[in-house]
């Protein structure tokens, strides 16, 4: 074991408990914690502080995990960051050891941290993805609308129903149905117009953390976080089919061909895999681990091409058929968590921690765009319809509409209540869905 350039308990509390889970993440990242390991955690936080939270943090990478680490993150003061971001590499490779590789679980866990953070050669980055304190000013209020003063938009309505956070949101390719997965383990299944819960879907172990409709508008898929891919039937409560593989890591994204002949998902441990519809067997395995977690996908309109985001701030394009070889675009400051294909294939849209959202041309890799006003992570990207605009959705509260030739804002609506992290445009181009931090899904109205 190295040298550690700081102590932990001679820190403030605040300090300690976020270097807590730091140093966990990295010493668990190989699913068990050495003799030598547990012996620098007691030396760092003392008997009691070294063993006390464990059980929190048990299920590592999952949401409910890297949740808990961003709010520790949020809730350091500048002082406590400035002890801390420094020296915080070093600090975490003296506690797995000064010979960890860049490709071992560990040096991976380790890269992941500092990427989350916004950390580059000991500093956060200009757009560093966690700030000290939400910079969002309280909106206006009228009834359930929170709205940024001059916004030509109206909250229409909130679905509530889920018992914690919504994560992802979809609408049915017909526009009457919505679809929501929560971190309190269901989906949920809503008609549009009255805004009643059609049904609700158990039987993940976790939170579902992505899902969508199939063409047919007929079956939707969801995923957990910890490695459960399930098809089910929209017009019941049946389980059609379920696929796991819970030690391959959770599910983070996935999307479903044009065709619906077969999905493709995105894993935390940094696995793409192919799958058909039909049975849920899977056809193809692309090993991307040493990149990090993978936080989105989704496949091009034609079916030949997929996009990948990951931790490593890079987005990635690939041809299906090779499965090898892929263009990388290169430009985000910090970890990548949701992309895009235009509706005509020509253009990729990508959200990041680093409180940005660029769009690139599909054919070179160019960045052409980059939109720029949230004050904090992006999680979801959507493209309208027609392509001229897109949405997005940040944990500062608000969501906010881009036009794709200017990339100006056009629209922006604020959540005193709650965070955004999924999105989806309606088919009518009338309505913008959003999934919230306070238990809701955001129908907004476009005026």
Avoid at 74 to 85: A, D, I
Wanted: with cysteine.
């Amino acid at each position: 074991m190295g040298k550690a350039p700081f102590v932990a308990s001679k820190l403030s509390a605040n300090a300690q408990k976020f270097l807590y889970a730091c140093a966990f993440w990295a010493v668990a990242a190989d699913e068990k914690v050495e003799s030598e390991e547990q012996n620098w955690l007691i030396d760092q936080f003392g008997p009691d502080g070294a063993t006390s939270s464990l059980d929190q943090y048990s299920t590592l990478e999952s949401q409910s995990f890297l949740n808990a680490f961003d709010d520790l993150a949020r809730s350091l003061s500048t002082e406590e960051r400035s002890q801390v971001f420094p020296q915080l590499e070093t600090w975490l490779t003296s506690c797995v050891g000064d010979d960890v590789e860049d490709g071992s679980e560990e040096g991976v866990a380790i890269r992941k941290i500092l990427n989350r953070l916004g950390i580059r050669d000991g500093e956060p980055g200009q757009r560093s993805s966690i700030p000290a304190q939400s910079s969002v000013e309280p909106g206006k209020k009228d009834g359930n609308l929170h709205s940024h003063a001059g916004a030509s938009g109206i909250e229409e309505r909130l679905l509530e129903g889920h018992t914690e956070e919504v994560v992802r949101v979809d609408v049915s390719p017909d526009g009457k149905q919505v679809l929501s997965g929560s971190l309190d383990g269901e989906a949920k299944l809503w008609d549009l117009a009255s805004g009643e819960e059609i049904r609700s879907y158990t039987g993940h172990d976790m939170g579902v953390t992505c899902l969508a409709f199939v063409p047919d508008g007929r079956r939707f898929l969801t995923g957990d976080a910890l490695g459960s891919l399930r098809l089910w039937d929209a017009s019941s409560e049946k389980l059609i089919w379920k696929w796991d593989k819970k030690k391959q890591g959770g599910f983070t994204s996935l999307d479903v061909s044009r065709d619906g002949k077969f999905i493709i998902t995105a894993s935390d441990t940094g696995l793409v895999r192919l799958h058909s519809l039909d049975k849920g067997l899977e056809l193809k395995l692309i090993n991307q681990k040493v990149h990090g977690a993978l936080h989105g996908i989704a496949l091009s309109p034609e079916g030949k091409r997929f996009v990948a985001g990951s931790d490593d701030r890079c987005v990635r394009l690939w041809d299906i058929r090779k499965g090898s070889d892929p263009k990388v675009l290169e430009g985000h400051e910090s970890g990548v968590l949701d992309v895009r294909f235009s509706p005509d294939g020509r253009q990729v849209l990508s959200a990041s921690r680093d409180n940005t959202l660029k769009l690139w041309d599909a054919s070179n890799g160019a960045c052409v765009m980059t939109f720029e006003g949230h004050s904090f992570s992006v999680y979801g990207a959507a493209f309208s319809p027609d392509g001229c605009c897109v949405v997005s959705g940040s944990w500062d509260h608000t969501v906010r509409i881009w036009d794709v030739k200017t990339g100006k804002e056009t629209l922006k609506f604020e959540s005193i209540e709650g965070r955004f992290t999924g999105v989806a445009f309606h088919p009518d181009f009338r309505h913008v869905l959003a999934a919230g931090s306070d238990k809701t899904v955001h129908v907004v109205t476009l005026l």
